[in-house]
């Protein structure tokens, strides 16, 4: 459960989503988007 507020968090920080815009993607999609986020995050060092 506590990823699953992580992931809220990062993808509203990120997409300025509400959290049940968020709560109805797939967590498969989700997790797309945080692996988007953390390319990029790790491309920026």
Do not use: D, P, Q
Not at 2 to 8: G, I, S
Not at 30 to 36: D, F, P, T
């Amino acid at each position: 459960m506590k990823n699953l507020y992580k992931e809220v968090h990062i993808l509203a920080s990120r997409y300025h989503w509400s959290e049940n815009e968020i709560m109805k993607l797939s967590r498969k999609k989700r997790k797309k988007y945080l692996n988007i986020i953390e390319e990029e995050e790790a491309g920026a060092e």
